[in-house]
């Protein structure tokens, strides 16, 4: 195949600036920060947190593509992933196999749909055809927003778009929120805009609206629950709000039963109060940068994230212990609230190139709940069968940073502030018995695999 190039910019809140370019080969993908970037773009956050501009200046990173990541780690996240249930991803094949030339399966296929969705998503790298493109988008910011109310055919559409083939009336529809990137999981997601008030209603708008009709609006991660997952938006809420009681940062969140759909909207945190773009990096994206066998979100032991945190503060401005300390207690949450699906896309950075930072919690769903996801953690661990789980989990403390008896008294505390999760996941009317029943039973036996001392 020929050669393909592309330009990466960087969305800010004062003036996007172009930081670089992609060469892709079909074997290989090379990016280079543009000359420009080098020098007046130090405050701005690099592609990724293993290619700071500081450090990496005019050297080319080269990619190996592969059938699993044929794209830049950093860019794999802006295009829809490989997923049934991803509504977008059906769309945009839906659209490019119009073509008079579609673009074969593979390589060819995740690069045109980078060109298609690689922009106005989450985080703040943006990926085009040319710079022309860049700027016309840009320019298009102040463009009147849309409007979609409760009851119109959007909401139809999502309802039986998540079984069926899209036909040209409802890529009319969808187009009503614009070229809007979605993001991995169990469900459909979409970004959208929700009035910004106690209640919502069902009403939307294309990401980034601001106010209509003096109604201000708010941007969100929109859930739209599939009916094999049924009561998994509820699920989500609670193990949300049971975060949030525990200290955790959580983002805001608005659940709504519409036209039969039970969906749930997720404030972004990769936006500021007034909108502007923040940096935001998966796990995965910068283990998957910085070590080629990293190839999916669970390649990796719990304890080597501990150890990457620690790492990866040599050239980044994180606070290791901080960050650390952060990520084990939700490792630790993730094992009381049977949320079997902690891997490294459900765990992200924020900001940069300075005071970087751990995400709000997010996709916190006792995926347990579900037989066909029953594993006590995506990420593997060791456990030493001859002292117990409690045990184990407190030695797992010792990788990221704390002592045996600091990630006992860990484990223990949130038990503690967790022991009425059981009843309150049965009290879910809306989650069916059988999934209640599930997530409960499993849930009190791993605590009770993991009372006692805890190696304390």
């Known amino acids: 195949m020929t050669d393909r190039y592309a330009v990466v910019w960087a969305r800010t809140a004062a003036e996007s600036r ?28 690099g592609l990724s947190l293993m290619l700071p501009s500081r450090l990496w200046r005019e050297r080319p990173f080269v990619h190996q593509s592969t059938e699993i990541l044929p794209l830049l780690p950093r860019l794999m996240a802006l295009i829809p992933g490989r997923n049934a249930n991803n509504i977008q991803r059906r769309l945009y094949t839906s659209l490019l196999a119009k073509r008079s030339n579609p673009p074969a399966q593979g390589f060819e296929t995740e690069w045109e749909l980078l060109m298609l969705t690689g922009h106005n998503g989450i985080g703040h790298v943006d990926v085009f055809p040319d710079d022309r493109a860049a700027l016309e988008n840009y320019a298009d910011t102040d463009a009147p927003k849309k409007r979609v109310g409760s009851r119109s055919e959007f ?23 614009g070229p809007t990137p979605s993001v991995g999981g169990q469900i459909p997601k979409l970004l959208v805009a929700i009035p910004d008030q106690d209640a919502w209603d069902g009403s939307l708008a294309e990401p980034g609206t601001r106010e209509i009709d003096g109604i201000p609006y708010v941007d969100v991660v929109m859930k739209v629950e599939d009916p094999q997952y049924h009561g998994l938006a509820a699920l989500e809420a609670l193990c949300l709000d049971l975060h949030r009681e525990l200290g955790f940062e959580v983002p805001r969140h608005w659940r709504a039963s519409i036209d039969g759909l039970s969906v749930l909207a997720v404030e972004r945190f990769d936006r500021t109060p007034i909108g502007g773009p923040r940096a935001m990096e998966s796990f995965f994206s910068v283990y998957a940068t910085g070590q080629q066998q990293v190839r999916t979100m669970t390649d990796a032991e ?40 902690l891997h490294l896309e459900n765990l992200a950075f924020l900001d ?57 008294d860990i484990l223990h505390e949130l038990m503690a502030a967790t022991r009425n999760y059981p009843e309150r996941v049965l009290a879910l009317t809306d989650v069916p018995e059988m999934n209640r029943k599930n997530l409960a039973t499993r849930v009190k036996s791993l ?10």
């Open 18 to 45: 172009k930081m670089g370019s992609l060469v892709a080969t079909g074997r290989e993908m090379r990016f280079s920060y543009t000359p420009e970037f080098l020098e007046q773009g130090q405050n701005i956050p």
């Open 302 to 341: 719990v304890e080597g994230v501990g150890l990457m945190l620690l790492k990866l503060a040599e050239i980044a401005d994180i606070d290791p212990a901080v960050a650390r300390l952060e990520v084990y207690r939700r490792f630790v949450m993730a094992l009381l609230t049977g949320n079997g699906d």
């Open 155 to 177: 909401w139809k559409f999502l309802k039986e778009g998540t079984s069926q083939d899209f036909n040209d009336e409802a890529i009319d529809i969808m187009r009503l929120i």
């Open 352 to 408: 940069g190139p300075e005071k970087i930072q751990i995400s709000p919690v997010f996709d916190p769903t006792p995926m347990r709940a579900w037989d066909r996801h029953d594993l006590i953690s995506a990420l593997p661990f060791y456990i030493d069968v001859q002292h117990g789980l409690g045990h184990s989990v407190s030695r797992v403390g010792e990788s990221f940073g704390l002592t045996r008896a600091a990630a006992a």
């Open 447 to 456: 605590r009770a695999r993991m009372a006692g001392e805890g190696g304390k």
